[in-house]
């Protein structure tokens, strides 16, 4: 399948956030048709009686899931759907011939045990665990290509997190044992589904901590980082939500390792690590990134400032949740697997403002 000129894609959750940010985005993708919009809760409805921005853009009819039907008229299924839902159907449709993006979580973690206790689900089976590639582009990009079957793809918060830290933690400029991450994420992070925790009056004009020592995200940071440290890793997460639709914000904060560094120095350390990945933009030093310089955008923006007083440095990253987050890295993992140019349909500027 690789370099094949257009695949045709299946999409289930298409009612959700990130399925419906996949339709936008797909719908502009060169070489991507979309065959298949699947819905477990309302199949047979019109897609545009829950979104009518997709009115004259997107026609047709929810599918149910089946996955013989899904694989007749698709090469590739994304699964945005809510955690323990692809533990289910990713194996019904590898088992039928498509190729998986699974963009809910449940493949990220390699132990079964880790992936039961923090989401407190069943777990996928171990050896689909093992063989799922945790995609990651900007990192291990490399991994990902036409032989994948299952793409594991990183979760918002970790995505956030895990662009800001990796290159210094590789190149051994920050204590490992110092590390804690500071994350908000806008409303859209909890998903479309009632709650709440996420009506209006609950979020507007307030701004709350939530899940503290319990994220389902901190064994994916800390697998990552361990896999690139080459030793285990142990972080403090605290993640906060805040009264805007879209975005993270991930700030960190370590000591800075042996001898000492300047802003600058992490700058051109961040530039070397991420040359050529289109993705990413490192600021220049004493300018940090906005949640708003990324809005509707697959960029990571990142920025520092390190404290020579205290000796530690503070890493900000920032991304869109929706996109670079969820639909948006699942369509460079696409481009990865097909071997196309990992930019291809996403090289989009910012919405401002």
């Not at 009819?61 to 007749?72: E, F, K």
């Not at 960029?299 to 520092?304: L, P």
Request: proline share 5%.
């Amino acid at each position: 399948m690789k370099n094949k000129k257009t695949i045709r894609a299946a999409i289930v959750g298409a009612t959700g956030y990130g399925g419906v940010e996949l339709i936008r985005l797909l719908q502009a993708h060169p070489r991507v048709e979309i065959t298949s919009v699947i819905s477990s809760t309302n199949p047979g409805a019109e897609i545009i009686q829950g979104f009518p921005h997709l009115t004259n853009i997107m026609l047709g009819t929810l599918d149910a899931v089946d996955p013989q039907l899904i694989a007749s008229k698709a090469d590739v299924v994304f699964l945005a759907t809510p955690a323990g839902v692809a533990v289910e159907l990713a194996p019904q449709f590898l088992q039928v011939g498509l190729k998986v993006i699974d963009i809910s979580g449940d493949y990220r973690l390699k132990s079964p045990e880790l992936y039961e206790k923090w989401y407190k689900r069943t777990p996928a089976d171990a050896a689909l665990l093992e063989e799922a590639v945790y995609g990651l582009c900007e990192v291990w990009g490399m991994e990902v290509n036409d032989t994948v079957r299952l793409l594991s793809n990183p979760g918002c918060f970790p995505t956030a997190i895990l662009l800001g830290l990796i290159p210094a933690v590789a190149a051994g400029w920050i204590d490992l044992n110092t590390i804690i991450i500071d994350a908000k994420s806008g409303v859209s992070g909890a998903g479309r589904g009632l709650s709440l925790s996420s009506h209006f009056a609950e979020v507007n004009e307030n701004f709350s901590a939530y899940k503290l020592n319990k994220h389902q995200h901190i064994p994916e940071i800390e697998q990552a980082l361990t896999r690139v440290a080459g030793k285990p890793v142990v972080t403090t997460l605290t993640t906060h939500l805040v009264p805007m639709n879209r975005g993270i914000m991930a700030t960190m904060y370590a000591s800075v390792a042996e001898e000492a560094r300047t802003d600058a120095d992490f700058v051109n350390l961040y530039n070397q690590y991420y040359e050529d990945r289109p993705f990413v933009r490192v600021r220049k030093a004493g300018t940090w990134p906005a949640t708003k310089h990324v809005t509707g955008s697959n960029y990571c923006d990142i920025g520092f400032a390190v404290d020579e007083r205290t000796g530690r440095v503070t890493i900000i990253s920032v991304i869109d949740n929706v996109v670079k987050g969820a639909a948006g890295q699942a369509i460079q993992n696409l481009n990865l697997m097909m071997g196309w140019d990992e930019s291809t349909g996403l090289m989009f500027a910012p919405m401002y403002p």
